[in-house]
């Protein structure tokens, strides 16, 4: 696939979002946790990774196994451990109510960090009209952590923030290939009509990436107020995934190159004094 260059002049920037800042580490944060259960949605299963319209779990960026990607929990525990110490909960399709359910079954576990990415399916709905209401998304967000603190008062969180999915659009919008993919509806609400530079076009792609941001304030406000979770300080949102780091599928999930740059992340958040 030739690289995606020569893009037409892109619209006006818009202001960057406020991310709301990481905490103070907690006193109590283990850099090394024994065992990692992951909760969330596709980008957490790999999906699109490896094969076509499948979920690739060996390439999660939270708990694979393969060595090229050379996840979050392979860096934490080592290839000896990955598979008895470290559980794929998420979900392909999963939107923030999904939440709770998942946190459940992951304080089952008793893991000593659980990593939740979640939140891009909340606002990649067909039109900007189904996105997930910002305090729905906070409840559902406080809920899922209140439910792990209740079987799992001692596990750590790690929290990913929601990609910017304007950024991806923008990645993306110049190449014939890219847009026959989009046609068949990915992420609509921000990725439909790609090459449409119009008013209403702009206002609804504003629309989702307020969106997104909003999402992101949540995560960050919610996990502040917990010592033993970490957000991400916008880190995924910040980072640029070009061509090389996006699925050929699909053009909107990380492959495994993406994968790779997401336990990169992760791991340096997780494992800072």
Same mark, same amino acid.
Not at 150 to 158: E, G, L
């Given at each position: 696939?030739?690289?995606?260059?020569?893009?037409?002049?892109?619209?006006?920037?818009?202001?960057?979002?406020?991310?709301?800042?990481?905490?103070?580490?907690?006193?109590?944060?283990?850099?090394?946790?024994?065992?990692?259960?992951?909760?969330?949605?596709?980008?957490?299963?790999?999906?699109?990774?490896?094969?076509?319209?499948? #979920?690739?779990?060996?390439?999660?960026?939270?708990?694979?196994?393969?060595?090229?990607?050379?996840?979050?929990?392979?860096?934490?525990?080592?290839?000896?451990?990955?598979?008895?110490?470290?559980?794929?909960?998420?979900?392909?399709?999963?939107?923030?109510?999904?939440?709770?359910?998942?946190?459940?079954?992951?304080?089952?576990?008793?893991?000593?960090?659980?990593?939740?990415?979640?939140?891009?399916?909340?606002?990649?709905?067909?039109?900007?009209?189904?996105?997930?209401?910002?305090?729905?998304?906070?409840?559902?967000?406080?809920?899922?952590?209140?439910?792990?603190?209740? #079987?799992?008062?001692?596990?750590?969180?790690?929290?990913?923030?929601?990609?910017?999915?304007?950024?991806?659009?923008?990645?993306?919008?110049?190449?014939?290939?890219?847009?026959?993919?989009?046609?068949?509806?990915?992420? !609509?609400?921000?990725?439909? #009509?790609?090459?449409?530079?119009?008013?209403?076009?702009?206002?609804?792609?504003?629309?989702?990436?307020?969106?997104?941001?909003?999402?992101?304030?949540?995560? !960050?406000?919610?996990?502040?107020?917990?010592?033993?979770?970490?957000? #991400?300080?916008?880190?995924?949102? !910040?980072?640029?995934?070009?061509?090389?780091?996006?699925?050929?599928?699909?053009?909107?999930?990380?492959?495994?190159?993406?994968?790779?740059?997401?336990?990169?992340?992760?791991?340096?958040?997780?494992?800072?004094?």
């Amino acid at each position: 696939m030739a690289a995606l260059a020569g893009c037409t002049a892109a619209p006006t920037p818009p202001t960057a979002p406020r991310v709301t800042p990481s905490p103070t580490p907690s006193s109590r944060w283990d850099v090394s946790p024994s065992s990692v259960a992951a909760v969330g949605d596709s980008i957490t299963r790999a999906f699109d990774a490896c094969s076509l319209l499948a #979920d690739c779990p060996e390439a999660s960026w939270a708990t694979g196994t393969d060595p090229a990607v050379n996840s979050l929990a392979l860096r934490l525990l080592g290839p000896g451990r990955v598979a008895a110490k470290s559980w794929n909960l998420a979900r392909s399709g999963a939107r923030v109510a999904a939440l709770p359910e998942q946190m459940a079954r992951a304080a089952a576990e008793r893991p000593d960090l659980v990593t939740v990415m979640i939140g891009a399916n909340d606002a990649c709905r067909p039109t900007p009209a189904g996105m997930t209401p910002v305090a729905e998304f906070r409840r559902s967000f406080e809920a899922a952590l209140a439910r792990l603190r209740k #079987d799992a008062p001692k596990a750590q969180v790690y929290v990913a923030s929601v990609p910017d999915l304007r950024r991806l659009w923008d990645t993306g919008r110049a190449s014939p290939l890219v847009r026959r993919v989009w046609e068949l509806g990915v992420c !609509g609400s921000m990725l439909a #009509d790609p090459e449409d530079l119009g008013a209403a076009a702009e206002k609804r792609r504003t629309a989702v990436r307020d969106r997104v941001v909003a999402y992101n304030e949540v995560l !960050g406000e919610v996990c502040a107020r917990d010592e033993l979770c970490r957000y #991400d300080g916008g880190a995924v949102f !910040g980072f640029r995934f070009d061509e090389t780091l996006l699925s050929s599928w699909d053009w909107f999930h990380p492959s495994r190159d993406g994968q790779a740059r997401l336990a990169e992340l992760a791991y340096r958040r997780i494992t800072e004094k």
